[in-house]
């Protein structure tokens, strides 16, 4: 898998935003403005999941 340098971009006040690649959003058949979920999974690494599970 290729490695990624991103920049945390700050949105608004209490909130941040990151720019992913194109070639990830294509991979998982991501859309805009699909619903993501965020688990922290500690020692810095985040983990991006589609809303709900498909079957």
């Given amino acids: 898998m ?14 941040y935003s990151i720019v992913i690649p194109k070639e990830i959003i294509d991979k998982y058949g ?8 965020v688990e922290d999974k500690g020692r810095g690494k985040l983990e991006i999941k589609d809303w709900r599970k498909r079957i």
């Fill in 2 to 15: 290729a490695k990624h340098i991103i920049k945390l971009t700050k949105s608004s006040r209490y909130s």
């Fill in 30 to 37: 991501w859309r805009s403005k699909q619903k993501l979920t």
